[in-house]
């Protein structure tokens, strides 16, 4: 091939050409800035009634490590910590951001990046049984990933169970929602995001890896949360003085149905991907699910395919084959996945 396609992630390319439109043609507008502008404030209306979530607040960040931090340390008291899975994104890809915040990340058990109620709950037990609980972290909030790391997701009974552990132990249930498109475009799970906004305290909404250049909404719910929160945004540099380049972009992502369009493209793309392995007889590390597939090849099926596509390794099992992640995008096209299993 003279030329590899890409799999790499669903951030490498530019962005949605109804969002490049949309930011070329109010390039020589005058707003305020902050996040004050009309297209934020549309942004926002239309999100909270996507939600039917009338009394949130919504805020735009750049980035989800951004998000994450941020909501942490308004969430969270000095003494206490935030609950994830070994493989959440808050304990494994984000340099330590959430422990620079002062808080720890108390890793409970999880099965194919899902934490379960049962654990939580166990976890939170375990901690109120134990006679040096006070000079220990203390469990304050849980984070889940909507999809997860691994790319499975979260159902509606599974997240009703964990809202009533977060409940029963008076912790904050945030959702991360970096790819929430493709979460969002299984219908199985019975979440939708005015179901997100039920259970959910807090939860974002990813942009990066939806077709936006940059950007996520974070919509706040609990209303202990929202006090001040913009104040802390901007402490932690997280207030874009440009704000209006968020907004715009979301109030295109959330006009006529294009967030759940892309998400049910990615999806797509990365069914037709599954497919081309399957019948293959290739063997995935979790079950293809959303726009994240983990395939495992050996030495000779990775190089093969190495020459032919960018993608990810991210583990190696003990059985010595890879564990490779190959992702859709926004982008994605149906002639790349037959280019990469092309004669």
């Known amino acids: ?23 070329s043609k109010t390039n020589d507008e005058r707003t305020t800035g902050y996040g004050l502008d009309r297209y934020s404030d549309e942004a926002r209306g239309l999100i909270k009634d996507a939600c039917r979530a009338p009394t949130a607040d919504v805020h735009f960040l750049v980035g989800g490590t951004q998000v994450n931090l941020i909501v942490a340390a308004g ?15 808050v304990n494994v890809h984000e340099a330590g951001a959430i422990e620079a ?29 134990d006679p040096t609980a006070e ?25 009703r169970a964990i809202r009533q552990v977060a409940d029963r132990w008076g ?9 929430l498109a493709s979460a969002l475009a299984i219908e199985e799970t019975e979440i939708d995001l005015p179901a997100l906004a039920e259970l959910a305290d807090v939860f974002s909404i990813g942009g990066t890896k939806c077709g936006a250049l940059f950007g996520e909404a974070v919509v ?14 901007k402490q932690r540099g997280g207030l874009l003085a440009k704000g209006r380049l968020l907004g715009v ?10 967030y759940m369009e892309i998400g049910r493209h990615e999806n797509d793309m990365a069914a037709a991907l599954a497919a081309q392995f399957s019948v293959r007889d290739f063997e995935f590390y979790t079950p293809p699910t959303s726009n994240q597939l983990f395939v495992l090849m050996d030495d000779s099926e990775e190089k093969y395919f190495s020459e032919r596509a960018v993608f ?20 994605t096209e149906k002639t790349e996945i037959d280019a990469l299993f092309a004669q």
């Open 101 to 129: 915040t002062g808080h720890k990340v108390l890793v409970v058990e999880s099965k194919d990046g899902l934490l379960s109620a049962d654990a939580i709950d166990r976890y939170c037990q375990s901690y109120r049984d």
């Open 1 to 23: 091939m003279s030329k590899r396609v890409s799999f790499e992630n669903d951030y490498n390319t530019g962005c949605h050409p109804r969002i490049l439109a949309a930011l």
């Open 249 to 258: 972009q979301f109030r295109e992502l959330f006009r006529d149905g294009l």
């Open 171 to 179: 912790l904050t249930l945030f959702v991360d929602g970096a790819r």
């Open 220 to 233: 706040i719910i609990k209303d202990s949360l929202k006090s001040d929160f913009r104040s802390l945004v």
């Open 75 to 89: 969430a969270l008291k000095p003494w206490q910590g935030v609950i994830s899975a070994e493989t959440g994104h």
């Open 312 to 331: 990810e390794r991210i583990g190696k099992q003990k059985d010595g084959r890879r564990i490779c992640r190959f992702v859709t995008s926004f982008s």
């Open 135 to 159: 000079h220990m972290v203390q469990p304050g909030m849980i984070y889940l990933s909507q999809t997860t790391e691994l790319g499975t997701v979260y159902h509606l009974k599974e997240l």
